[in-house]
């Protein structure tokens, strides 16, 4: 059996959203301290570990759920490529309401661009 871009593409997405949930919630104030933020009391860690930890672990369990024959794969890879290029999008309103943009968000913009497009693929491609 071949496997072709309809799985590579999501799966290399899925892999990307794993290792972020693992990051995050293994060290918390380290992901945050790229952007400029600390992540000190114990309620900012809470919230990194549940926002950038638990959330990609889900999505990542959706790709692997995705990529299972699930009659819902299209839809599951779309709303999750939704998803990736809402938070791109919310990052190029921030920078028209700042007038800049730093560069590792300027960076995250491709990056869930690329995720979306991966994960697109998925969808249509198959």
């Known amino acids: ?6 799985t590579v593409a999501p799966a290399l997405a899925g892999l990307f959203y794993l290792a972020l ?3 995050a919630l293994a060290r ?3 992901l945050l301290a790229g952007f400029g933020l600390a992540a000190e009391g114990i309620d900012a860690r809470n ?5 950038y930890g638990g959330f990609p672990l889900a999505v990542a369990g959706l ?6 024959g699930t009659p819902h794969a299209v839809g599951i890879l ?3 490529a939704v998803a990736s ?6 990052r190029l309103v921030s ?3 700042d007038r800049r943009i730093g560069r590792l968000p300027a960076w995250f913009i491709g990056v869930e661009v690329a995720l979306a497009l991966l994960l697109a693929a998925g969808a249509f491609v198959g």
């Not at 290029?85 to 919310?90: E, K, P, Y």
């Open 63 to 68: 790709v692997v759920w995705s990529l299972s």
């Open 21 to 23: 949930g693992l990051t």
């Open 95 to 97: 920078a028209l309401v």
């Open 28 to 30: 918390p104030a380290t």
């Open 78 to 80: 779309l709303a999750l």
């Open 1 to 6: 059996m071949a496997i072709g871009l309809a």
């Open 47 to 51: 919230e990194v570990r549940a926002v």
């Open 85 to 90: 290029l809402g938070m791109a999008l919310g």
